[in-house]
């Protein structure tokens, strides 16, 4: 590998921290601000993350097309200006319409784990196309893994701070952290790789993809955005006993993506995807039955890591089933159609969590991931290679 491509991944990875560390505040501290301190009901909170996620998901196919075209660095660092500016607006009001137009311009969506990087996600398109072309083939699934790992830690150590500043504080920290983030990628070299927009070569795998994505947004929307709710609604857990049970989440959600290319090894694509994401769906339709607490505790900590084990090899296998002056609009395009889905399953199950019938969201999404991995089976089941068997 090149010195000039060991140094843009570091960039890149630096910046992805200082964001990470920012959307570890964010995603304690808003469902906090908003339940808690303005005393909305959780119809409310759903509202606001269904609106962000559905713009997450035309922001990321705006700046996945725009990579493309337009070119990289431009893109990504255009892109992540969002973070701050949203951070800055929380900090300066809390009126209605800025804690709208922040959830919306900073990705507060909380359709991921921490490890995920479930706000601004509209970036992580740019972030995946841009990590893709500078990492060699045979290790792409360890960088994925590797820069998720530490993306989680960080946003896992940024939860800590919700435990000894205000809101109002933790929103302009995180602000200038983000910015941070921001300012350093001034100095990545990203490779001049440009498509043509009117072409898609790759549009049968990208399609596959994009359904597999749907189905995984939609059961994302019914139950992410709502575990630290679910926690606060029924055990009563004050701000700062979640914050800690979240960094511990989050720590074994990170350290998880390191087997990722162990488990690629191994089992391959298809299988890691399987046998990680049935495990949740167990433990995820057990969470609202019981009520002890430790056992509730136990799977909140555990079902992160199985969402997010696999992501790394899902990323490795688009970005290299499609032509590489492609993969922007390829990730975009799963993102948008990705959290489209959420965004629905979102505001739906927002209204069931108002309500007595807090456990069916749990149900709904035992039976959508049961259809996902299946399609994932009839879909790439035969893929042994993925630079073999572009389709």
Known sequence: MLRSQRISLTIL???????????????????????????????????????????????????????????????????TCLLPVSSFLLWMSNSTFILFSAAILGGFSATGSLAGGG????????????????????RRTFYYSTF?????????FGTIFVKFLPSREIFFLAGLISLLGTV??????????????????????????????????????????????????????????????????????????????SL?????????????????????VILPITRYLPLALFIYLITPALRVVAIPIQQTALTSLVEENERGRALGINQVIRLGGSSVATELSA????????????YLYAVVMGANIYLYKVFFGKINKYEENKV
Not at 127 to 136: F, G, I, M, R
Not at 268 to 280: M, N, P, Q
Not at 351 to 362: D, E, H, K, R, W
Request: glycine letters at 8%; zero cysteines.
């Open 184 to 261: 350093i990628l001034f100095f990545i070299h990203t490779p001049d790789i440009k498509g043509k927009i009117r072409k898609l070569e790759s549009k049968i795998t990208i399609g596959k993809f994009t359904l597999t994505g749907l189905l995984n947004g939609v059961s994302q929307g019914l139950i992410t955005p709502f575990l630290i709710p679910f926690f606060i609604i029924i055990y009563k857990l004050p701000e700062s006993r979640m914050s800690s049970y979240t960094f511990i989440g989050g720590v074994i959600a990170s350290l998880s993506l390191l087997i990722a290319p």
């Open 13 to 79: 990875l630096l910046s992805r921290i200082t964001r990470s560390i920012a959307a570890g505040m964010l995603a304690i501290t808003f469902p906090y601000l908003i339940l808690n301190d303005l005393h909305h009901d959780p119809l409310f909170l759903g509202s606001i993350f269904a609106l962000a996620t559905l713009f997450t998901a035309l922001l990321g196919l705006f700046f996945g097309t725009t990579t493309d075209i337009w070119g990289r660095k431009n893109t990504l660092i255009l892109a």
């Open 264 to 284: 690629d090894k191994r089992f391959g694509f298809v299988k890691s995807i399987t046998y990680s994401r049935a495990l949740s769906v167990v433990l995820l």
């Open 351 to 362: 209204g069931f969590f108002s309500s007595p019938y807090i456990a069916l969201p749990f």
């Open 119 to 138: 706000i601004g996600g509209a970036v992580q398109p740019i972030q995946n196309t841009v990590l893709a072309d500078l990492a060699p083939t045979d």
């Open 148 to 156: 998720a790992f530490l993306n989680g830690i960080a946003a896992a």
